[in-house]
């Protein structure tokens, strides 16, 4: 019977030290908890700037758009839209195809290997 007793306060103490570890367990997670739901907090706050500043935003690029087209149209319609010529168009001759400067080349044909005499060597080595 003295060992049943034993057995019990030993099996009483395993359970209470369990339970003393879920407790710390538990007071750690809600520690962790509130940290979180403190970082929760802050990025809604966060999130809720950025659609203020995206309205603002949104509103002064509305407003912007609106400027510039009532700036793109002609305050005078007399004109027809194909007639409108500027200074520069007027002072400066069009070149023609072959006097313009020559086009470069793509980057990507740098690195394109044609069978001359001295390239052929080099690319049947490798």
Do not use: H, Y
């Not at 999130?47 to 149209?73: G, H, I, N, P």
């Not at 313009?100 to 394109?112: C, N």
């Amino acid at each position: 019977m003295l060992e049943q007793i034993n057995s019990l306060e030993n099996l009483i103490e395993r359970v209470s030290e369990a339970m003393s570890n879920l407790r710390a367990e538990r007071d750690r997670i809600g520690e962790e908890l509130e940290t979180l739901r403190g970082i929760l907090d802050e990025k809604d706050r966060e999130l809720a700037t950025l659609r203020d500043e995206r309205e603002t935003t949104k509103s002064r690029l509305s407003a912007l758009v609106e400027k510039m087209r009532a700036s793109c149209e002609p305050s005078e319609p007399s004109e027809p839209a194909g007639e409108f010529e500027t200074a520069a168009e007027e002072e400066e001759p069009s070149l023609p195809e072959s006097e313009a400067t020559p086009k470069e080349e793509p980057v990507g044909d740098l690195f394109r290997f044609d069978r001359g005499s001295q390239q052929g060597d080099l690319t049947d080595r490798f």
